[in-house]
Nanobody, 117 residues
Framework: VQLQASGGGLVQPGGSLRLSCAVS????????MGWYRQAPGKQRDLVAV???????SYADSVKGRFTISRDNAKNTVYLQMDKLEPGDTAVYYCNVRGVPPVPYNFWGQGTQVTVSS
């Protein structure tokens, strides 16, 4: 199983970016897909997750600015990031984890997001 993330880059404060992560390989259908981020010298933190049925959960710091979505037919998860702030600067990682009774946990390679003027 491989996760290929794309869409990172340099953006000015207040700008927008859209991250994509395509999952290739065989995984069970019932899973949670999400995005995490890690700033230099800090731990990796949850940004947003979404279930196969479309329910979502967000970190408080991104509520109202970021939107997570997924395309189950394409095994792809997206993160629309609006009103970006310098504090959003980090490496963003996508993740897919299976729901019991078929647990698994896979990570993408990370994509850099830098918010700076």
């Amino acid at each position: 199983v491989q996760l290929q993330a794309s869409g990172g880059g340099l953006v000015q404060p207040g700008g927008s970016l859209r991250l994509s992560c395509a999952v290739s390989g065989s995984i069970s259908g019932n899973n949670v897909m999400g995005w995490y981020r890690q700033a230099p010298g800090k731990q990796r933190d949850l940004v947003a997750v979404t279930s196969r049925g479309g329910s979502t959960s967000y970190a408080d710091s991104v509520k109202g600015r970021f939107t997570i979505s997924r395309d189950n037919a394409k095994n792809t998860v997206y993160l629309q990031m609006d009103k970006l702030e310098p504090g959003d600067t980090a490496v963003y990682y996508c993740n897919v984890r299976g729901v019991p009774p078929v647990p698994y946990n896979f990570w993408g390679q990370g994509t850099q997001v830098t918010v700076s003027s």
